[in-house]
């Protein structure tokens, strides 16, 4: 399994999880966040914004179906523009579902 | 050492810390966050819940320790029903204390 | 790459941000939350205070880049007392910009 930390435009949170349910992946944990790029931040006129509001989104996939989950983000979060965020993938050794009590690998 | 995340309904988190604390963990970082499973939310009579908030515990333990945490976790946060949530157990390579400069691996 | 989690003093957060500038690292994300140490939080006269407010970074850097970036968190960070806080260390296998479509590993 694979842990997909996605760091998203707010705005593009719709877009996003459309795109990963039509490619079948309903699961997903959200946090609000503030972040930064190497250009840190914007400026917009006269005022800096060192730090702009950004979307978590965490969702864990098999192996196989990383990929996809990857191009499904990428492909609803893209602007062009500074901001875009990044996607973070990391192993994930086992996820324990409470309910049923079944682990996958 | 391994890095447990449990996704858990936020009315079971004095009973998850209590269970871990009967294991002798008491360190623990939470967050407030949003999540679904794979059935989307809930339906309450017409009104659909695409979202429901959840807490995510972040606890670090030693790999001896692992297995213990994940199940005082699990037993405290089941209740049978969906939305029960997920344990995520992902790779440590490093744990740093900064107070006493002291490295865990 | 790795992804570096550290968990400080919400009032660190501008020495941190400032120290890891100086070693040429700007991206960050961050989140507010709530956490304890081993030490089950603090007590304050008769009021026990059993979680407080802390800030967790997430910056993710080249592997060469890792120990600097402990260095520089866990330097500003300090205080001496209880509740400075730790610096996780976990693998990334990927790291996907957004705007570029530039994949790091």
Same mark, same amino acid.
């Given at each position: 399994?694979? @842990?997909?930390?996605?760091?998203?435009?707010?705005?593009?949170?719709?877009?996003?999880?459309?795109?990963?349910?039509?490619? +079948?992946?309903?699961? @997903?944990?959200?946090?609000?966040?503030?972040?930064?790029?190497? *250009?840190?931040?914007? *400026?917009?006129?006269? &005022?800096?914004?060192?730090?702009?509001?950004?979307?978590?989104?965490?969702?864990?996939?098999?192996?196989?179906?990383? *990929?996809?989950?990857?191009?499904?983000?990428?492909?609803?979060?893209?602007?062009?523009?500074?901001?875009?965020?990044?996607?973070?993938?990391?192993?994930? +050794?086992?996820?324990? &579902?409470?309910? &049923?009590? +079944?682990?996958?690998?």
């Amino acid at each position: 399994m694979k @842990m997909i930390k996605a760091i998203i435009r707010p705005e593009k949170e719709g877009d996003v999880l459309r795109q990963l349910e039509s490619e +079948e992946i309903y699961g @997903m944990t959200k946090v609000d966040v503030l972040g930064r790029g190497k *250009q840190r931040g914007v *400026q917009v006129g006269d &005022t800096i914004y060192e730090e702009l509001s950004k979307l978590m989104l965490i969702i864990v996939v098999k192996d196989d179906e990383c *990929q996809k989950a990857v191009n499904a983000i990428s492909k609803a979060a893209f602007t062009g523009h500074y901001g875009d965020g990044k996607i973070f993938i990391s192993p994930m +050794e086992e996820v324990y &579902t409470i309910r &049923t009590g +079944e682990t996958q690998t």
